[in-house]
């Protein structure tokens, strides 16, 4: 079964530290792999895009890696901001452009 | 400017009323898509639509309805047989080569 699975559930860091979130996938084949930035009672905004022989994009102070060996993507977030407080979802498309969307990692920071 | 429009923002619905949800679009894509969101779970899909006059049901589009008649337009229909209405509900497009997603800013319905 085609499942994305993020980890930590919530987490909570200080203004100005940096901080990793995690997915894993069990999809199959797989097309790309998405990271969303959702804030509360909002829309998702799109932060990367990273196909298949991609292992690194970057989007300002966003970094995201795939491994498509072991399925495992993260989100690096450095110097965060108050603004980052969000939810990050990760959302792994398959060839047939399924979306399977992780249930999301609650991000909060703290002044 | 251009994006995905949704309305309302918030919606109350009595049990047994049908309601209707809006999403616009100005961004030309043929592809929309209707989620719903509930706390703790990744984003479900309802319908989608690649191309006016066609649609396909999603993971759980029981208790729902869609209609393309419009490129810009996909409205939603929560009716009485969806049995757990009260979610947040998120209308996306994209374009040809799907590679992307653009969401609107959502609508709260809850059922009073």
């Known amino acids: 079964k085609n499942q994305v699975e993020q980890s930590p559930q919530s987490l909570i860091i200080l203004e100005g530290k940096n901080c990793t979130l995690q997915?894993?996938?069990?999809?199959?084949?797989?097309?790309?792999l998405r990271w969303y930035k959702q804030d509360t009672g909002r829309g998702p905004v799109s932060l990367t895009i990273?196909?298949?022989s991609e292992n690194t994009k970057s989007n300002g102070r966003y970094t995201a890696t795939l491994d498509a060996d072991t399925k495992q993507s993260s989100l690096h977030i450095t110097a965060s901001q108050l603004s980052d407080s969000a939810s990050y979802i990760c959302?792994?498309?398959?060839?047939?452009?399924?979306?399977?969307w992780g249930a999301g990692t609650k991000l909060i920071i703290k002044p | 400017d251009g994006g995905i429009t949704q309305s309302p923002k918030y919606l109350f619905r009595k049990e047994g009323q049908n309601v209707t949800l809006s999403c616009e679009q100005n961004?030309?894509?043929?592809?929309m898509y209707w989620y719903r969101q509930d706390p703790g779970q990744g984003l479900r899909l309802i319908y989608y639509?690649?191309?006016?006059?066609?649609?396909q049901k999603g993971d759980i589009a029981e208790g729902y309805s869609v209609s393309r008649e419009k490129k810009e337009s996909f409205p939603l229909t929560v009716t009485s047989a969806q049995k757990n209405p009260t979610a947040f509900y998120l209308c996306?497009?994209?374009?040809?080569?799907?590679?992307?997603?653009?969401f609107g800013q959502g609508t709260r319905l809850t059922v009073v």
């Open positions: 961004l030309n894509h043929d592809a």
């Open positions: 639509s690649q191309i006016v006059n066609d649609f």
């Open positions: 996306a497009s994209s374009n040809r080569d799907r590679l992307e997603a653009f």
């Open positions: 997915c894993n996938y069990t999809v199959s084949p797989f097309s790309n």
């Open positions: 959302v792994v498309v398959d060839s047939n452009y399924q979306l399977i």
């Open positions: 990273m196909t298949f």
